[in-house]
């Protein structure tokens, strides 16, 4: 075991430390635990979703896509970009002029149905736990490597903590690590892209033709293709990854830290260049790996080129450049579990127990056991199914809960804001068609289901043929809401006049 690692490892773990007591000392109400007492200006809430958004899928599994199947990698980086140009448009400032703490007071906004604000909250917990499994598994590689103890332990250790950081600081204490942790990762990327670019000679017309024959997938390497074959399931990838983001709920959480809409829009302004500097720079180090390390070692270490950034951190700059980039990597995972956990417990603690069980009567003090209750909930189902998805690329898991928030989330919140005549029982139906469909095709594809001993959760030939069924699921979450609204005579334009003026003026805010 390396002391460097070592020494790295307990400086990051001691900086989170020291901000989670620091904000433990700020944390006294609800308001505080779930939204920082929307406080955060924009440059903050900003470098906050940049290090929410640049998660272990980006960092470690887009690294290792791109090493590994060259273009068709790079395509979770496209799109996770474009997805902000979305989000800016269309989400941000109506969420944050309509919503209080959580995506279910948002679409609460226009229909006060306790059925409604419970299938959002099943919809954002179900997200959180897809999106929680791809981080924890990354933090298992990840220790593993470094540490070589067994995989089970290391992601109990990151379980652990990150648990930690939210029972006792909330989103003041999450969304500094996550802004100490972005600049951090920033960091890290352009030494390991400097240092990639000056093995080319700072060409990257040479960096293009080396890489051409530096893997078994030869000149293919730079054309879709090698991991898609079949162009629907790209086309299904991208639609997921470009309209998934809208409908993340711990992302659209980060809306309700700030004190207005135009704050939010310079948020995500922020963020949009941090995260795009920082995908544009995913193309070196797919490439520097698979040039300085090679597809053989990558996959000899991590089946799913998991480990392919770090292996080129210790190829390019030895140990100690290793030890800094995987701490920051460890940083980067604690960051976005830490958010991803606190918005699980908030669906549960305001939504269905403050909300729905208590209606809307529980005290301050009850509310914040809850939330605190729930996060312990929530960290430990997902270690349990992290345990069995130890051999998946994290990138790839990442993706399936974007098509998820695509197909339950993004339906509700378009029709929510532009259609009058959207009612509450195509709201619920909205939700749970996309939610049930993304489900049952994801469990029947080849993402769960493959002939290959070993490649997927089960040994057996997939049902349905594509790996991110978005092309699917999304239009039948749109379909379900015009359905169900059709079927429902109930409607309430008065409430959606309401509605779109406060959608659009900030106007009065539901309390």
Same mark, same amino acid.
């Given at each position: 075991?390396?002391?460097?690692?070592? $020494?790295?490892?307990?400086?990051?773990?001691?900086?989170?430390?020291?901000?989670? !007591?620091?904000?433990?000392? #700020?944390?006294?109400?609800?308001?505080?635990?779930?939204?920082?007492?929307?406080?955060?200006?924009?440059?903050?809430?900003?470098?906050?979703?940049?290090?929410?958004?640049?998660?272990?899928?980006?960092?470690?599994?887009?690294?290792?896509?791109?090493?590994?199947?060259?273009?068709?990698?790079?395509?979770?980086?496209?799109?996770?970009?474009?997805?902000?140009?979305?989000?800016?448009?269309?989400?941000?400032?109506?969420?944050?002029?309509?919503?209080?703490?959580?995506?279910?007071?948002?679409?609460?906004?226009?229909?006060?149905?306790?059925?409604? #604000?419970?299938?959002?909250?099943?919809?954002?917990?179900?997200?959180? &736990?897809?999106?929680? /499994?791809?981080?924890?598994?990354?933090?298992?590689?990840?220790?593993?490597?470094?540490?070589?103890?067994? !995989?089970?332990?290391?992601?109990?250790?990151?379980?652990?903590?990150?648990?930690?950081?939210?029972?006792?600081? %909330? *989103?003041?204490?999450?969304?500094?690590?996550?802004?100490?942790?972005?600049?951090?990762?920033?960091?890290?990327?352009?030494?390991?892209?400097?240092?990639?670019?000056?093995?080319?000679?700072?060409?990257?017309?040479?960096?293009?033709?080396?890489?051409?024959?530096?893997?078994?997938?030869?000149?293919?390497?730079?054309?879709?293709?090698?991991?898609?074959?079949?162009?629907?399931?790209?086309?299904?990838?991208? @639609?997921?990854?470009?309209?998934?983001?809208?409908?993340?709920?711990?992302?659209?959480?980060?809306?309700?830290?700030?004190?207005?809409?135009?704050?939010? #829009?310079?948020?995500?302004?922020?963020?949009?260049?941090?995260? %795009?500097?920082?995908?544009?720079?995913? &193309?070196?180090?797919?490439?520097?790996?698979?040039?300085?390390?090679?597809?053989?070692?990558?996959?000899?270490?991590?089946?799913?080129?998991? *480990?392919?950034?770090?292996?080129?951190?210790?190829?390019?700059?030895?140990?100690?450049?290793?030890?800094?980039?995987?701490?920051?990597?460890?940083?980067?995972?604690?960051? $976005?579990?830490?958010?991803?956990?606190?918005?699980?417990?908030?669906?549960?603690?305001?939504?269905?127990?403050? =909300?729905?069980?208590?209606? %809307?009567?529980?005290?301050?003090?009850?509310?914040? @056991?809850?939330?605190?209750?729930?996060?312990?909930?929530?960290?430990?189902?997902? /270690?349990?199914?992290? /345990?069995?998805? =130890?051999?998946?690329?994290?990138?790839? @898991?990442?993706?399936?809960?974007?098509?998820?928030?695509?197909?339950?989330? @993004?339906?509700?919140?378009?029709?929510?804001?532009?259609?009058?005549?959207?009612?509450?029982?195509?709201?619920?139906?909205?939700?749970?068609? %996309?939610?049930?469909?993304?489900?049952?095709?994801?469990?029947?594809?080849?993402? $769960?289901?493959?002939?290959?001993?070993?490649?997927?959760?089960?040994?057996?030939?997939?049902?349905?043929?594509?790996?991110?069924?978005?092309?699917?699921?999304?239009?039948?979450?749109?379909?379900?809401?015009?359905?169900?609204?059709?079927?429902?005579?109930?409607?309430?334009?008065?409430?959606?006049?309401?509605?779109? $003026? #406060?959608?659009?003026?900030?106007?009065?805010?539901?309390?």
């Amino acid at each position: 075991m390396n002391a460097t690692v070592i $020494v790295i490892f307990l400086v990051i773990v001691a900086m989170t430390l020291v901000i989670t !007591y620091y904000a433990a000392k #700020r944390t006294n109400s609800t308001s505080d635990f779930y939204t920082a007492g929307g406080g955060l200006t924009g440059w903050q809430n900003g470098m906050a979703i940049a290090g929410d958004y640049l998660s272990a899928a980006s960092f470690l599994g887009i690294a290792g896509s791109i090493a590994l199947f060259g273009f068709d990698g790079f395509l979770f980086s496209i799109g996770y970009l474009v997805a902000y140009l979305v989000v800016l448009f269309i989400v941000a400032e109506p969420l944050r002029n309509l919503g209080k703490y959580t995506l279910a007071d948002m679409i609460n906004a226009r229909f006060n149905a306790k059925k409604v #604000r419970g299938a959002a909250a099943l919809s954002s917990i179900t997200i959180v &736990i897809f999106y929680m /499994i791809a981080q924890l598994v990354g933090a298992g590689a990840l220790i593993q490597l470094l540490f070589g103890i067994d !995989y089970l332990w290391a992601v109990l250790l990151v379980g652990f903590m990150m648990t930690i950081y939210v029972l006792f600081g %909330g *989103m003041t204490a999450t969304s500094w690590v996550q802004i100490i942790k972005a600049v951090l990762l920033m960091v890290g990327t352009v030494i390991l892209s400097f240092l990639v670019l000056q093995r080319f000679d700072f060409s990257i017309l040479e960096m293009f033709a080396q890489v051409k024959t530096a893997t078994p997938h030869g000149e293919a390497f730079l054309n879709p293709g090698v991991k898609y074959t079949i162009p629907l399931d790209t086309i299904s990838l991208m @639609l997921a990854l470009v309209l998934g983001t809208a409908g993340l709920p711990h992302i659209l959480m980060r809306f309700f830290t700030v004190r207005d809409a135009k704050t939010a #829009r310079s948020s995500v302004m922020w963020a949009t260049w941090i995260v %795009g500097i920082f995908y544009v720079m995913t &193309i070196f180090l797919g490439f520097g790996a698979a040039a300085f390390v090679g597809s053989q070692k990558i996959i000899s270490t991590n089946a799913a080129g998991n *480990m392919a950034a770090p292996l080129l951190a210790q190829a390019l700059g030895g140990d100690i450049l290793m030890s800094f980039i995987s701490a920051v990597a460890f940083a980067t995972i604690l960051a $976005v579990v830490a958010g991803l956990v606190l918005t699980g417990a908030s669906a549960f603690a305001h939504d269905i127990y403050g =909300q729905i069980i208590k209606k %809307g009567k529980a005290s301050e003090r009850e509310q914040m @056991l809850a939330a605190r209750y729930a996060s312990v909930g929530v960290s430990v189902f997902s /270690i349990l199914l992290a /345990i069995f998805a =130890q051999n998946l690329n994290v990138a790839f @898991l990442v993706s399936l809960a974007f098509c998820i928030a695509a197909s339950a989330n @993004l339906p509700v919140i378009i029709y929510t804001i532009f259609w009058k005549k959207f009612n509450t029982t195509g709201a619920i139906s909205a939700i749970l068609t %996309g939610l049930i469909s993304a489900l049952i095709l994801v469990s029947i594809s080849p993402s $769960v289901m493959n002939p290959e001993a070993g490649a997927a959760i089960i040994t057996g030939t997939p049902i349905f043929p594509l790996t991110n069924p978005a092309i699917i699921s999304i239009p039948l979450g749109f379909i379900g809401g015009v359905v169900g609204t059709l079927l429902s005579k109930e409607s309430d334009i008065k409430k959606y006049a309401e509605v779109k $003026v #406060r959608a659009n003026t900030g106007g009065f805010r539901q309390l």
